[in-house]
Nanobody, 124 residues
Framework: QVQLVESGGGLVQAGGSLRLSCAAS????????MGWFRQAPGKEREFVGS????????YYTDSVKGRFTISRDGAKNTVYLQMNSLKAEDTAVYYCAAGYILGTSKYERAYDYWGQGTQVTVSS
């Protein structure tokens, strides 16, 4: 079993930055591909980006490319989402997800474990 705990959310002005963290329990972190998803009020949850088990491959949705960066630290069992140049439309609850995936995936069904989410609010 893997437990995921997100942190780092908050309120930031447009143009600012935030870094989200997702700490994973268990001893299988090195085998897990990790994803970030978000859900804005009144909208369905959507894919943000993902990183494969080795950290050698990342994939982002078009709306965040060039602004968001995903990285992972195996020593800390933690994955990060660095968000720069934030926009009001980035406001959402951000979720971390983990799955035993060959590569990366933008599909929720590929992920077996989910965190509780952390709120990010960008004021314009």
């Amino acid at each position: 079993q893997v437990q995921l705990v997100e942190s780092g959310g908050g309120l930031v002005q447009a143009g600012g930055s935030l870094r989200l963290s997702c700490a994973a329990s268990g001893r299988t972190f090195s085998r897990l591909s990790m994803g970030w998803f978000r859900q804005a009020p009144g909208k369905e949850r959507e894919f943000v980006g993902s990183i494969n088990w080795s950290g050698g491959s990342t994939y982002y949705t078009d709306s965040v490319k060039g602004r968001f960066t995903i990285s992972r630290d195996g020593a800390k069992n933690t994955v990060y989402l660095q968000m720069n140049s934030l926009k009001a439309e980035d406001t959402a609850v951000y979720y971390c997800a983990a799955g035993y995936i060959l590569g990366t995936s933008k599909y929720e069904r590929a992920y077996d474990y989910w965190g509780q989410g952390t709120q990010v609010t960008v004021s314009s």
